[in-house]
């Protein structure tokens, strides 16, 4: 029974990237190179209560969310062209914002990513909502941008990262990848270098689960200095032993608990983006 509903879940996940979207409603015009703001107008299945239940197997209930009173900040590189498909990174942000460094924004550009955040989920915010949020920014932007479905990934920072990588595996069937800086979670104990246990945060369903370890990459960056180094480098061995199949990890040295330098996102880019070149873009699942 559970693996027939499982089934059905990943089903409806093909159903509702494959058919057009309800229209965005950009809170101003979106020039390509410029900050915007954007709202949208509806959620898909994947965001229902139920579904995020069913993967996370969690026992809260989601609180009451709605889509239309939520606002995005977002920025499409200034040379999309409708003609060129281009992948989608999807921010989980630790506070209000959706900022990140400056220097980012070229590296953006250069790998024909569109970056996009939402407002109001930072680690205060509860977690089903903040990933409602990115779930919504993935659905909604392919009715909006040609976007090719091999390079839609989900990121964030600290807080943001946890969710992230959270995320990336419950909804594998979204998302081809995750960049996860100076934070993760995983789906048993594991035990770090210092001795702690970090527990278990969520279970994801077998079959999505399959997915996230054949067909998505996943890079965990963190720093010789960062707090969470020891936390990230068991997550990532957890990883390995598991049988995810493209599992980096990423110690930058002198690295502290804050964003790295453009360069090191460009590295991290350029592993999730390994084999995408010879693929057909695609709006549905990630590549097997």
């Given at each position: 029974?559970?693996?027939?509903?499982?089934?059905?879940?990943?089903?409806?996940?093909?159903?509702?990237?494959?058919?057009?979207?309800?229209?965005?409603?950009?809170?101003?015009?979106?020039?390509?190179?410029?900050?915007?703001?954007?709202?949208?107008?509806?959620?898909?299945?994947?965001?229902?209560?139920?579904q995020?239940?069913?993967?996370?197997?969690?026992m809260?209930?989601?609180?009451?969310?709605?889509?239309?009173?939520?606002?995005?900040?977002?920025l499409?590189?200034?040379?999309?062209?409708?003609?060129?498909?281009?992948?989608?990174?999807?921010?989980?942000?630790?506070?209000?914002?959706?900022?990140?460094?400056?220097?980012?924004?070229?590296?953006?550009?250069?790998?024909?990513?569109?970056?996009?955040?939402?407002?109001?989920?930072?680690?205060?915010?509860?977690?089903?909502?903040?990933?409602?949020?990115?779930?919504?920014?993935?659905?909604?932007?392919?009715?909006?941008?040609?976007?090719?479905?091999?390079?839609?990934?989900?990121?964030?920072?600290?807080?943001?990262?946890?969710?992230?990588?959270?995320?990336?595996?419950?909804?594998?069937?979204?998302?081809?990848?995750?960049?996860?800086f100076?934070?993760?979670?995983?789906?048993?104990?594991?035990?770090?270098?210092?001795?702690?246990?970090?527990?278990?945060?969520?279970?994801?369903?077998?079959?999505?689960?399959?997915?996230?370890?054949?067909?998505?990459?996943?890079?965990l960056?963190?720093?010789?200095?960062?707090?969470?180094?020891?936390?990230?480098?068991?997550?990532?061995?957890?990883?390995?032993?598991?049988?995810?199949?493209?599992?980096?990890?990423?110690?930058?040295?002198?690295?502290?608990?804050?964003?790295?330098?453009?360069?090191?996102?460009k590295?991290?880019?350029d592993?999730?983006?390994?084999?995408?070149?010879?693929?057909?873009?695609?709006?549905?699942?990630?590549?097997?």
């Amino acid at each position: 029974m559970h693996r027939f509903f499982a089934l059905f879940v990943i089903l409806l996940g093909t159903l509702a990237c494959a058919q057009p979207v309800a229209p965005t409603k950009p809170s101003q015009a979106i020039k390509p190179g410029d900050w915007s703001s954007i709202t949208f107008e509806s959620s898909p299945p994947q965001s229902d209560a139920e579904q995020l239940r069913f993967r996370m197997s969690a026992m809260e209930q989601p609180p009451i969310y709605y889509v239309k009173q939520e606002s995005y900040s977002i920025l499409v590189p200034k040379g999309y062209k409708k003609e060129v498909p281009h992948g989608l990174l999807i921010w989980i942000s630790a506070g209000a914002t959706a900022s990140i460094p400056k220097e980012w924004e070229a590296v953006l550009a250069e790998k024909k990513l569109i970056f996009i955040g939402a407002l109001n989920s930072g680690n205060p915010r509860n977690v089903f909502d903040r990933m409602r949020l990115a779930i919504d920014a993935n659905h909604n932007l392919r009715g909006l941008y040609n976007v090719d479905g091999h390079r839609v990934y989900v990121s964030g920072f600290s807080g943001g990262s946890r969710v992230a990588s959270m995320l990336s595996v419950c909804y594998a069937d979204m998302f081809s990848g995750a960049a996860c800086f100076m934070g993760a979670n995983f789906y048993k104990d594991v035990l770090a270098e210092d001795n702690k246990v970090y527990e278990t945060r969520y279970i994801p369903n077998d079959e999505i689960l399959d997915i996230a370890k054949q067909a998505c990459r996943f890079s965990l960056i963190t720093g010789e200095k960062d707090f969470n180094l020891p936390n990230t480098k068991a997550v990532h061995t957890a990883m390995q032993k598991e049988g995810f199949a493209n599992a980096q990890l990423v110690n930058i040295p002198a690295q502290g608990h804050q964003p790295p330098a453009a360069d090191w996102l460009k590295k991290v880019l350029d592993y999730l983006d390994v084999g995408k070149a010879d693929l057909k873009p695609s709006g549905l699942l990630p590549p097997k």
